[in-house]
């Protein structure tokens, strides 16, 4: 009897068990199929848009006719147009990243022009901000996704410049460290103190008011994307000080 009454009571908890499970996995489909639309969302509805604003921004740029001041605030819109479509990109593969689904195409990638194009594009931004920018190439070619790598770079770059000193310079290098390119990105700011400098490649961080050395890379998803893209090639990413500033340091497989 006492067996009986013991199978009894462990059949109602399993019975408990498995309705929960099943609500938990109801549960998790509603939300794969929240976050499928609203990648939809995101690749139809805001990513065209944007790109058709950086189009015409572009086609009145090449207005000769068009007055300095018009022209400078049409580079404007065009810069915060390109901001808006990487970040776009980049929560779309970081959706990617979770699912194990991000795709690295490698081939050789200039890393001199590529950066020379990071800085052209990030020019306006850094003037504004008094900013100078310098690199320098032991290594001049790294097997990578050209386009993984020019918005891990771009996001480094813009974050430097953003919280950046006026009148300071941004720098970045690329060596060979045996078989893998070490590429820096080194600012003269403030910092990022030890404890938090893992915590600066969280999505959606949420940061105490104040915090201006981890704001400078904590907000939104530039680092969590730089991560994800990194890690995709097999890669590392991490922050060291700078003494002063910090320095972000992307290290990649050399394998060609």
Known sequence: VQAALKLRKMS???????????????????????????MAFVVHDLKNPVNSMDLHAQILLRERGLPDTARGSVAQIRTEARHLSRMILNLLDLSKGDEGKLVVRRASVDLRALVDEI????????????????????????????DLLRRTLTNLVENAIRYAPSDTKITVTARRRADRIEVRVADEGAGISKEKREKVFD?????????????????????????VAVEAHDGRIWVEDGAPGAVFLVSLPNDV
């Open 119 to 146: 800085f052209a594009e990030l020019a306006v931004n850094a003037e504004a901000r008094r900013v100078a920018l310098h690199s320098s190439f032991e290594a001049d070619r790294v097997p990578a996704d050209e």
């Open 12 to 38: 109602v908890e399993l019975r408990e068990h498995y309705d929960l499970l099943k609500r938990q996995r109801d549960d998790l489909l509603r939300l794969q199929l929240q976050k499928e639309r609203l």
């Open 203 to 227: 999505a959606f961080l949420q940061l105490d008011e104040g915090e201006r050395a981890i704001a400078r890379a904590g907000r939104g998803l530039g680092l969590a994307f730089c991560k």
